[in-house]
């Protein structure tokens, strides 16, 4: 089934672990995005990518990088996770960065608990 | 950057209509998006508005007054499925998207 796929589901970490979220697409979108989701904040961005071999500051990037070595895949990293790093992350994809309708596909998202 | 309001919760009768509205400040505008999110679920696409005035898609509808930076999600003949979180988003000049916090609708029978 062709979409976003994010790992993992679930994970509980411990404060000062380093972490890495997958995700990876099969729909050859070029622009790839990380929102992270807060109760009474919304859906905020992390990060982004509008095409492989590039990436960008969302609102919220302190405490993680990303890295773009293919169209495919979009891994998230918490270098040293702390607990207000606690949340919903959601990875998304479009077919590009540009003008017209540009529909965000989200994959299932990973819930991040550290304690 | 975006400021994005809409309010928390509304709650509805089944077979009811129920109008989301949003309002945005932006630093730039090239269209807004509507998703619908259920709970425990990824935001899934339903609207897209860049000019003025009503899409209409089913028992969906959207409108965009961009000199007043509004925008409502109209909802007709609701269905208990149609209880979720709908999420207004601005899209920037450059292209990346912004949500608002989001509107918890219930549907009560």
């Known amino acids: 089934i062709a979409g976003i796929t994010q790992a993992p589901t679930s994970q509980i970490l411990a404060a000062g672990r380093r972490m890495t979220l997958r995700c990876t697409q099969d729909?050859?979108?070029?622009?790839m995005y990380w929102y992270r989701q807060d109760l009474g904040l919304g859906l905020r961005l992390i990060h982004y990518?509008?095409?492989?071999?590039?990436?960008g500051k969302g609102e919220v990037p302190d405490g993680y990088s990303v890295s773009r070595a293919n169209t495919d895949d979009f891994p998230l990293t918490l270098a040293s996770a702390v607990p207000s790093q606690t949340s919903v992350y959601f990875c998304?994809?479009?077919?590009?960065?540009?003008?017209?309708?540009?529909?965000?596909?989200f994959g299932a998202g990973s819930r991040l608990t550290v304690l | 950057g975006q400021n994005i309001d809409q309010p928390t919760e509304m709650t509805a009768t089944e077979g009811a209509i129920v109008q989301i509205n949003c309002t945005y400040q932006?630093?730039?505008?090239?269209?807004l998006f509507w998703y619908q999110q259920h709970a425990g679920e990824a935001p899934t696409f339903l609207s897209y508005?860049?000019?003025?005035g009503l899409e209409e898609k089913g028992r969906f509808s959207s409108f965009l007054s961009r000199s007043k930076g509004y925008s409502y999600l109209l909802l007709k003949e609701l269905q208990m499925k149609d209880s979720a979180s709908y999420l207004c988003?601005?899209?920037?000049?450059?292209?990346?998207?912004?949500f608002g916090a989001g509107t918890t609708v219930t549907v009560r029978a």
């Open positions: 998304a994809s479009s077919d590009s960065a540009g003008s017209g309708a540009n529909v965000l596909t």
């Open positions: 729909m050859r979108h070029n622009a």
């Open positions: 990518s509008n095409t492989a071999g590039t990436t």
């Open positions: 932006t630093s730039g505008f090239n269209g």
């Open positions: 508005n860049v000019l003025d």
């Open positions: 988003a601005v899209r920037d000049n450059d292209y990346k998207l912004s």
